[in-house]
């Protein structure tokens, strides 16, 4: 016999999971309109900006998720969510491309090679922030 209160409990976990992502990514996708909108250059700073600044959040986020372990749709609609909303990896190849299209050789590869070294590092530099603030140890 299925234990209906389980299952109730479950399908309600999930759904404020869902709802979660789904109001982390319109919100991230907002924000990410907004940053692409006002960095309107020849290269594609906006796209660079949003990369590792939502590498720093999520970063941040997971360090802090580390020591604090929020509720699972806390984590999933600040990291899937908002950050997943932000970020973007298909604008970033599709940028690189371009650039490589336009024989812009140069200035893709410091697009490309910047936003992956910068990205990881922002991320690092959030994670151990996140652990900090949430109180944890190094």
Same mark, same amino acid.
């Given at each position: 016999m299925i234990d209906v209160?389980?299952? *109730?409990? $479950?399908?309600? $976990? *999930?759904?404020? +999971?869902?709802?979660a992502v789904g109001a982390g990514g319109a919100a991230g996708t907002w924000l990410r309109y907004l940053v692409s909108y006002q960095l309107q250059f020849g290269f594609p700073v906006g796209t660079m900006v949003e990369n590792v600044s939502?590498? #720093? #959040? =999520?970063?941040? /986020?997971? &360090?802090? /998720?580390?020591?604090?372990?929020?509720?699972?749709?806390?984590? @999933? &609609? =600040?990291g899937v969510g908002l950050c997943g909303g932000y970020t973007t /990896?298909?604008?970033?190849? +599709?940028?690189?491309?371009? =650039? !490589?299209h336009k024989q812009m050789i140069l200035p893709a @590869?410091? *697009?490309? /090679?910047? $936003?992956?070294f910068l990205g990881i590092a922002a991320a690092?530099?959030?994670?151990?922030?996140?652990?900090?603030?949430?109180?944890?140890? !190094?």
């Amino acid at each position: 016999m299925i234990d209906v209160s389980i299952l *109730y409990r $479950t399908m309600v $976990t *999930y759904m404020k +999971s869902v709802i979660a992502v789904g109001a982390g990514g319109a919100a991230g996708t907002w924000l990410r309109y907004l940053v692409s909108y006002q960095l309107q250059f020849g290269f594609p700073v906006g796209t660079m900006v949003e990369n590792v600044s939502g590498s #720093l #959040l =999520l970063g941040l /986020f997971s &360090g802090w /998720f580390a020591v604090k372990a929020p509720k699972d749709w806390v984590k @999933a &609609g =600040l990291g899937v969510g908002l950050c997943g909303g932000y970020t973007t /990896f298909s604008t970033f190849a +599709s940028d690189a491309v371009e =650039l !490589l299209h336009k024989q812009m050789i140069l200035p893709a @590869a410091g *697009y490309i /090679f910047g $936003t992956l070294f910068l990205g990881i590092a922002a991320a690092a530099v959030g994670f151990t922030a996140g652990q900090k603030a949430g109180g944890g140890h !190094l």
